[in-house]
């Protein structure tokens, strides 16, 4: 019991790997896929990247709703109901002016996306709080941006993104991750 104690006290924090890749597979820019590890604060919002890459991190994982959550891709009824454990991440492109389509992988199926302002405002309680958004306001998807789940793989998430200031931003909750550490 004491060796088992002491390895779960020497698993770092830092072993989540919810997001596990991602990529852009066309594009009139020079982006990359990049996952971002929040072990190392830093801002998102109001153009503070400016550049062609396809962005991704993990938020809060694996809660426990306590209150039922309205989705705008996902469910069919567009509500995660009370009581559903959930793993948030953040997906943003916030390019100067390019276009492309990628994708990014989840190490579990995907329930739902909060892709306008006001679904991505009610589910801020499940955003990284060593992470500082900025420009909360403009945040979610402009006119002509796509994303959906892919119908073969309920872990990958496509985007079709035309980067405009001050950029594309969603949140995106998957199943129960078991990458992640219980918080």
């Known amino acids: 019991m004491r060796m088992v104690l002491a390895a779960l006290l020497l ?3 830092t072993a989540m790997a919810t997001v596990t890749g991602g990529g852009i597979v066309q ?3 020079n982006g990359r896929f990049v996952k971002l590890e929040t072990d190392t604060p830093f801002t998102v919002g109001a153009d503070n990247f400016n550049d062609d890459n396809l962005y991704a991190f993990d938020e809060n994982q ?3 709703l306590t209150v039922p959550i309205r ?3 996902g469910d069919a009824d567009g509500v995660l109901p009370q009581g559903t454990e959930v793993a948030s991440h953040y997906v943003f492109f916030d390019s100067r002016e390019s276009e492309h389509i990628g994708y990014v992988d989840f190490d579990a199926p995907i329930l739902g996306i909060a ?4 679904t991505m405002a009610a589910t801020d309680f499940l955003a990284n709080t ?3 958004y900025v420009s ?4 979610g998807l402009e006119s002509g941006d796509i994303v959906w789940i892919d119908r073969d793989d309920p872990n990958r998430l496509w985007v079709f993104w035309a980067g405009w200031s001050p950029g594309d931003y969603i949140r995106v909750f998957t199943e129960r991750s078991v990458g992640a550490l219980m918080m």
């Open 11 to 13: 698993c770092p924090a």
């Open 136 to 139: 909360t306001r403009l945040r």
């Open 71 to 73: 989705v705008d891709i």
């Open 62 to 64: 694996n809660i426990v």
């Open 115 to 118: 892709a306008r302002q006001d």
């Open 130 to 132: 060593s992470v500082t």
């Open 27 to 29: 594009q009139d820019g």
